[in-house]
């Protein structure tokens, strides 16, 4: 499709679990939680430069929003999500992502520009990390990651791994 913006202002799609409009040209995204039992949102592969809601998603549990435009990241609108992908954006910064203490996975890849700090400490229930790409300079794994399955950071800048990384 060729959608370039779209707005739940007057929707009554109450019961609307799974909302895909990947692969379009959205650029302004509003209302979106209007859309109250939305539990699976792909808005991936669009022009999304900023989301952000006027009440927080509390069923959404997964959020494709790989491939747009996004300059930051707001956990509060999100606070149940389990699994979260920004893969290939423009982030420059996470906000509150210590919120979502039920994220299993988490993925950041490739982002444009001058690229993205990452506080693992706020990914510390995380089950799978995927931060490839990116220029991470260091891990900080003081806090222990003990639901952690898999973790990907490859072509970052890392030049060694803490000390403790093996505990």
Same mark, same amino acid.
């Not at 229930?125 to 891990?139: D, E, M, T």
């Given at each position: 499709?060729?959608?370039?913006?779209?707005?739940?202002?007057?929707?009554?799609?109450?019961?609307?679990?799974?909302?895909?409009?990947?692969?379009n040209k959205i650029e302004q995204l509003e209302?979106?939680?209007?859309?109250?039992?939305?539990?699976?949102?792909?808005?991936?592969?669009?022009?999304?430069?900023?989301?952000?809601?006027?009440?927080?998603?509390?069923?959404?549990?997964?959020?494709?929003?790989?491939?747009?435009?996004?300059?930051?990241?707001?956990?509060?609108?999100?606070?149940?999500? @389990?699994? $979260? %992908? =920004?893969?290939? *954006?423009?982030?420059?910064? #996470?906000?509150?992502?210590?919120?979502?203490? /039920? +994220? &299993?996975?988490?993925?950041?890849?490739?982002?444009?520009?001058?690229?993205?700090?990452?506080?693992?400490?706020?990914?510390?229930?995380? @089950?799978? $990390? %995927? =931060?490839?790409? *990116?220029?991470?300079?260091? #891990?900080?794994?003081?806090?222990?990651?003990? /639901? +952690? &399955?898999?973790?990907?950071?490859?072509?970052?800048?890392?030049?060694?791994?803490?000390?403790?990384?093996?505990?």
């Amino acid at each position: 499709n060729s959608l370039n913006s779209l707005d739940f202002r007057w929707s009554k799609l109450q019961r609307l679990e799974f909302l895909n409009v990947s692969h379009n040209k959205i650029e302004q995204l509003e209302n979106l939680e209007s859309l109250i039992g939305l539990i699976h949102a792909n808005l991936a592969h669009n022009c999304i430069e900023d989301i952000s809601l006027m009440q927080p998603l509390r069923r959404l549990r997964i959020l494709r929003l790989s491939e747009n435009k996004l300059g930051s990241f707001h956990a509060d609108s999100f606070p149940g999500l @389990r699994t $979260l %992908y =920004l893969d290939d *954006n423009r982030l420059q910064s #996470l906000e509150n992502c210590q919120i979502l203490t /039920r +994220l &299993e996975n988490f993925s950041a890849r490739d982002q444009e520009g001058e690229g993205i700090a990452i506080d693992m400490t706020e990914f510390v229930n995380s @089950r799978k $990390l %995927y =931060l490839s790409g *990116n220029p991470i300079h260091a #891990l900080d794994f003081e806090m222990g990651f003990y /639901r +952690l &399955e898999y973790l990907e950071i490859c072509a970052g800048c890392l030049s060694e791994l803490p000390i403790e990384f093996s505990t």
